[in-house]
């Protein structure tokens, strides 16, 4: 056999890469019995938009399993298998009853657990429906989205309720944007600050109102965290330097500062605008769920449109694939950067450089833990409920530093080390007093 050619070394030679090469099975396969999909049924995902679910069931594709969402005439969600247990008519044509669902074709019964109720047809000794249930998954719906943990009854954990989902002022708004690619591609782009630069700065122009600055090279630092990471990057405008914040928790879940910022004067800590997952319909499709944070406080710019937030659409540039093929191809956002990768991006063809070092760190942390789920080890999952959440960092901190004759990205590097110290130091603190505690210190150490 002979040896693979991973990249062109010379000029006109695309030949030399002109025969495919297979994708990374491992880190972006999702489908049941596969070792990634194995591992992402260990956590919750969102699956659904609640204000989408009307009184039918609605069909869904989650990790390659066809399932039906429904709410029951008591109010209850089911999710379940699509094809009935009986002979496997598609339970979207079902009818939602007071209690479970029942299937058009032979009128078989179903419990939001997947308990047969009824199988009418049957004689009345039958045992049949003790015998069997029809597959469900438990779900969890928590301001206007739907959760589904579709893992080993066994290894459920309790839903995990992060900090982000209650921060007083903030009205969380949903959306759920789907890319017609593998999942991974638009989970590195919140892993990668540096297309910041380039995407979203000096290849087209600036296209985020106010983050004018993310045309500088980021000085970037990475604090691990056992669920997945927390990064950090800084830049300057003048004296002032902004420190971005963003939470990534593996596989899927990110999080990062305030959209329409303004980088015109200090600020001791503002929170997060976007709360998202990316949720694998299969190996080459993926939804984003998520929530757009509005709020006054920090949003100083407050250009955000909660009528352009919802099914297919967020009110910030580049996310969706509705615009003109020309406008696309003149201005590309985010969408077009991880969808234009391909079905599935081959990993092996890419040559990675340092700017790639978040990438790196996410595919090293998936490949760890999908190979610990399938040793039957444990992987750390964020825990949290509404009295004591999951702490969580997104979030922006402006500090007047003037240049001195130090080496400046040396002094950046330090700082934003400096203010995670005072952001981790503060989870010895619950809500509006953690928040006091890093606004306090970071006044104390860096404003006087
Ligand atoms: S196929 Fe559903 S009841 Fe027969
Ligand atoms: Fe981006």
Same mark, same amino acid.
């Given at each position: 056999m002979s040896e693979e050619v991973?990249?062109?070394?010379?000029?006109?030679?695309?030949h030399a890469i002109s025969v495919p090469l297979e994708e990374d099975q491992e880190l972006t396969h999702v489908l049941p019995g596969t070792p990634g999909g194995e591992y992402l049924r260990r956590f919750w995902h969102p699956v659904a938009?609640?204000?989408?679910?009307?009184?039918r069931p609605e069909p869904l594709r989650i990790l390659g399993e066809d399932l039906v969402l429904f709410r029951d005439g008591s109010g209850r969600l089911g999710l379940l298998?699509?094809?009935?247990?009986?002979?496997?008519?598609?339970?979207?044509?079902g009818k939602v009853e007071e209690r479970g669902i029942r299937c058009c074709y032979h009128g078989w019964k179903f419990d939001? &657990?997947?308990?047969?109720?009824?199988?009418?047809?049957?004689?009345?000794?039958? &045992?049949i429906r003790h015998r069997y249930c029809q597959g469900a998954y438990p779900v969890h719906e928590v301001k206007g989205l739907i959760f589904a943990y579709m893992g080993p009854p066994e290894e459920q954990p309790p839903f995990p309720y992060l900090d982000s989902f209650d921060i007083p002022d903030h009205d969380l708004v949903p959306y759920s944007i789907h890319s017609p690619c593998n999942w991974l591609q638009e989970s590195e782009n919140s892993m990668d600050p540096y297309h910041s630069v380039f995407l979203h700065g000096r290849v087209n122009g600036p296209q985020f109102p106010g983050l004018e600055h993310f045309v500088e090279l980021p000085v970037v630092v990475y604090h691990k965290r056992a669920e997945g990471f927390v990064y950090s990057h800084a830049r300057r405008r003048d004296d002032l330097v902004m420190i971005r914040f963003h939470d990534h928790l593996t596989p899927n879940f990110a999080q990062n500062g305030g959209m329409f910022?303004?980088?015109?004067e200090p600020k001791t800590y503002g929170r997060t605008s976007l709360t998202k997952w990316v949720v694998p319909i299969d190996n080459t499709n993926s939804r984003k769920f998520g929530w757009r944070h509005f709020n006054d406080k920090d949003e100083v710019?407050?250009?955000?449109?909660? &009528?352009?937030?919802g099914w297919e659409k967020?009110?910030?540039?580049?996310?969706?694939?509705?615009?003109?093929r020309d406008e696309m191809r003149d201005n590309p956002g985010d969408w077009e950067a991880w969808s234009s990768?391909?079905?599935?991006?081959?990993?092996?063809r890419e040559c990675l450089g340092q700017t790639d070092k978040g990438v790196s760190l996410l595919r090293a942390k998936l490949r760890r833990d999908i190979r610990a789920v399938a040793r039957n080890e444990a992987v750390t999952r964020p825990v949290g409920t509404p009295e004591a959440p999951y702490h969580t960092y997104g979030g922006d901190t402006i500090l007047r530093l003037p240049k001195d004759n130090q080496d400046d990205r040396a002094m950046m590097d330090r700082v934003q080390r400096d203010v995670a110290e005072i952001y981790f130091a503060a989870d010895a603190y619950e809500g509006e007093d953690r928040t006091d505690y890093i606004k306090r210190e970071v006044s104390a150490r860096f404003c006087t």
């Open positions: 991973r990249w062109a070394r010379r000029p006109f030679d695309g938009m609640s204000d989408r679910l009307g009184h298998h699509k094809h009935c247990l009986h002979r496997r008519a598609s339970l979207e044509y939001v &657990d997947g308990t047969v109720l009824e199988t009418p047809g049957e004689p009345a000794d039958s &045992d910022q303004v980088l015109s710019l407050r250009q955000g449109n909660r &009528d352009e937030v967020v009110d910030f540039y580049g996310q969706t694939a509705h615009r003109s990768q391909g079905p599935i991006n081959v990993h092996r």
